[in-house]
């Protein structure tokens, strides 16, 4: 483990060499499979975080903009109801929806401790310094790691409530065994009275979700096929990004989008660090993502998988985004 400190600030980073070696083993599972696939975390790198920002500002990608308006809206109803004074957020990243709930906090004199678990160190590193900055007193213990094998090393509750916040529909990119397993996991992190906080996008006209994954200005196009600039920079792959198309449609039967790059010719890829051939004929696709939407009987089920149970519901006007307040089963403390 390797650790960075000051004063109110501590940050422990727990990736290693296995860590590292992740992203080769992903890849060679999902290109070696029939129907190839790669998991949708190794699209952050920088440039594909940049590119997500680029995303979120655009007209037709709806989620961030009303996940944000949602908390918004009910943070002080949220912290007043649970007491909650310590924050855990689950994938980072920006901190604006972070500091909309550390503000209602701040606000109702209960703000001790916020918590921020990201792959990225430098992401970690920056919302400790500016985080501190802005709040005065607050301690930040970060954990650079991967939620689904480092939940361990977030540190346990202190004397106050703690929210514990999976947003932005990221529980969505999970499939449906692997989701309840993680929410299982992070059930584990709340002691009595602690709550988590879990954003899900909703199903709607089929319309409106797969245009969010088609932007006009072709940002999650390149956002898609940074996924091979990735492959080839780490990997030393020689993949030719620009000869994948990219393909976002929505699977009314599973009830979520898939991301896909479909090779528009025939190509042979070399991955020279796993001395992996891999072959694509023409029209050939890779899957690179599932997002799944969700209905609330949905979400319920998948909550009482994990051990939790849904307290309070939160939507727009629209019923386009849902964030839900659950609390483990059989817990009635506030």
């Known amino acids: ?42 699209f952050y790198d920088a440039r594909g975080s940049e590119l997500f920002e680029q995303i979120t500002e655009q007209p037709e990608y709806y989620p961030t903009r009303t996940e944000l308006a949602i908390l918004s809206e009910n943070a002080d109803v949220i912290v007043s109801e649970t007491g909650a004074g310590e924050l855990v957020e689950l994938g980072a990243g920006a901190s604006d929806k972070a500091r909309v709930l550390l503000e209602a906090m701040r606000d109702a004199g209960t703000l001790t401790r916020y918590i921020p678990l990201d792959v990225s160190q430098s992401v970690v590193e920056d919302a400790a310094r500016t985080l501190t900055d802005d709040y005065a007193g607050l301690q930040v213990h970060g954990v650079v790691g ?6 361990e090393h977030v540190p346990g509750p202190e004397d106050v409530p703690r929210l514990v916040a999976l947003l932005g529909g990221t529980i969505g990119n999970f499939p449906p065994g692997t989701r309840r397993n993680v929410l299982a996991k992070i059930a584990g992190l709340l002691g009595p009275g602690c709550r988590l906080l879990l954003g899900t996008d909703l199903v709607k006209d089929p319309h409106i979700i797969e245009a969010a994954y088609n932007d006009t200005a072709g940002i999650t196009a390149e956002f898609n096929r940074n996924l091979l600039y990735v492959l080839n920079r780490e990997l030393h792959g020689d993949f030719q990004p620009e000869s994948f198309e990219h393909v976002a449609f929505y699977d009314r039967r599973n009830e979520w989008v898939e991301m896909r790059l479909r090779a528009s010719r025939a190509q042979s890829v070399y991955i020279a660090d796993l001395d992996l ?31 939790l149970e849904l307290e309070r519901w939160f939507t727009d006007n629209k019923g386009l985004f849902a964030v839900t307040m659950a609390r483990p089963i059989g817990d009635r403390s506030q």
């Open 1 to 42: 483990m390797e650790q960075l400190s000051q004063p109110l600030v501590q940050v422990d980073s727990w990736l290693s060499e296995d860590d590292e070696r992740s992203l080769a083993n992903d890849v060679l599972d999902g290109l070696t499979k029939p129907f190839k696939e790669l998991a949708p975390k190794h």
């Open 277 to 307: 051939r891999v072959e694509f004929a023409a029209g050939e696709e890779l899957r690179t993502e599932i997002s799944a939407k969700f209905t609330r009987a949905h979400i319920e089920a998948d909550l009482e998988a994990g051990g």
């Open 146 to 151: 991967d939620f689904e094998r480092h939940l």
